[in-house]
């Protein structure tokens, strides 16, 4: 089975910018969609961006588009977000996840996922 690790959290100030990856192990995610999520204290986790198997597909939640940017290196077994233009908003657990059939932003069609790694935006 395969297993997420997102490392690349941290605090920052508003305006900044920084990169989140998530890697995988104990076999491949070539074949699955890969999504990022995030999780505000007391709120639910929400959609952030995904990229497609194709690794050229995307999508993107209208809070982050223009803002963020996902993309994959499959050869590294690895999923990238970065963010800039970052802003108090931004503040919440960030994770990966991985859906080998479906390529959507719905968190429950996801089946394998990351710890998570906390992203702090500071004024």
């Not at 963020?68 to 977000?81: E, G, H, Q």
């Not at 960030?94 to 390529?103: G, K, L, Q, S």
Request: net charge neutral.
């Amino acid at each position: 089975q395969v297993q997420l690790m997102e490392s690349g959290g941290g605090l920052v100030q508003t305006g900044g910018s920084l990169v989140l990856a998530c890697t995988a192990s104990g076999g491949t995610v070539s074949g699955s969609a890969m999504g990022w999520f995030r999780q505000a204290p007391g709120k639910a986790r929400e959609f952030v961006a995904a990229i497609k198997w194709d690794g050229a597909t995307t999508d993107y939640a209208d809070s982050v588009q223009g803002r963020f940017t996902i993309s994959r290196d499959d050869a590294r077994s690895t999923v990238y977000l970065q963010m800039n233009g970052l802003r108090q908003e931004d503040t919440a657990v960030y994770f990966c996840a991985a859906d080998p059939v479906r390529f959507s932003r719905g968190p429950l069609n996801y089946d394998i996922w990351g710890q998570g790694t906390q992203v702090t935006v500071s004024s």
